[in-house]
């Protein structure tokens, strides 16, 4: 009997795995996606123009509507394969997956007086990735000023053997030691989340769950997050690294704009 309840968790979908592991950390019913373009660089300045002139006050209204809650538009910083891989990332927060196709088709309600020819960015880029994911966690430093500190963004992409241990590890052990270096300014990191895949998942796509550390330039991002006082017990990472089925995916993102509708306790 034992082994057949194994066997059975081991087939559960991740999602559903999250909510018997971890329930107690997921923040809502809402959908979030990671999309992914190909911008060549002729058409990068007159793409980004179009996105945060026109996209960015459809969210807007969308997150008026209560459609939406998060729109960011980021830029891939170095990296591999620089002149075929995909060097865009648009992140949406949609409370309702099955509208959010139609939310797009209004940009030129908001925008009567210009041609969608002038808006529309599908001609300037190529989608290459779309991935689907529910939010589960989020910390971030006190009196954060998102306008000064909300600049660069490391996102890391796990494969994992085992969903609820990452997470547990995650959300009781890491995410409180972050927050508070970040109050105490033992870190240079401002934000720290995660989330759990929920689609795709196949063998060219192993990964189960991302992470973000968002720092306030490119420099901090790209030197060591925490002080020296900082102190971790002797085999603090080792649960977590044997827990890992293959190597990691982090890139390095600017962040061009983002868009956030309210807290609900605002």
């Known amino acids: 009997m034992t082994f057949k309840i194994i066997a059975i968790m081991k087939n ?5 795995l999250i909510f018997l ?13 990671h999309q992914y373009r190909r911008v060549e660089p002729e058409n990068m300045e007159e793409y980004l123009k179009r996105e945060t ?14 459609n939406l809650t998060y729109w960011a538009i980021l830029v891939k910083v170095g990296g591999e394969n620089i002149l075929n891989s995909p060097n865009i990332l648009i992140i949406n927060s949609f409370k309702n997956m099955d509208a959010s196709n139609s939310i ?4 030129q309600d908001l925008f009567p007086n210009v041609k969608m020819e002038n808006i529309e960015t599908n001609s300037l ?3 290459t990735d779309f991935i689907y994911l529910r939010d589960i966690n989020r910390v971030e430093a006190k009196n954060l000023n998102p306008e ?3 600049k660069y963004m490391h996102l890391i992409y796990h494969n994992i053997k085992n969903v609820g241990q990452h997470f547990k590890f995650e959300n009781d052990t890491w995410a409180p030691l972050t927050k508070k ?3 105490q300014g033992i870190t240079t990191m401002k934000v720290w989340g995660n989330a759990i895949i929920v689609s795709p998942e196949s063998r060219d796509f192993p990964y189960s769950s991302v992470s973000y550390d968002i720092y306030p330039s490119m420099h901090e991002a790209l030197s060591e997050t925490f002080s020296d006082s900082m102190e971790f017990p002797e085999g603090f990472f080792d649960d977590l690294n044997d827990n890992y089925a293959g190597p990691r995916n982090s890139h390095l993102y600017r962040i061009v704009q983002v868009v956030s509708a309210p807290k609900e306790d605002e």
Request: aromatic residues 14%.
């Open 181 to 183: 270096a970040m109050d």
């Open 21 to 33: 592991f971890c329930f107690q950390f997921v923040n809502s019913q809402e959908v979030t996606t």
């Open 12 to 16: 559960l979908p991740r999602i559903l």
């Open 104 to 107: 797009w088709n209004g940009v």
């Open 53 to 66: 002139t026109y996209y960015s006050k459809l969210a807007e209204s969308e997150m008026s509507k209560g």
């Open 148 to 150: 000064n500190d909300l």
């Open 125 to 127: 880029s190529t989608i």
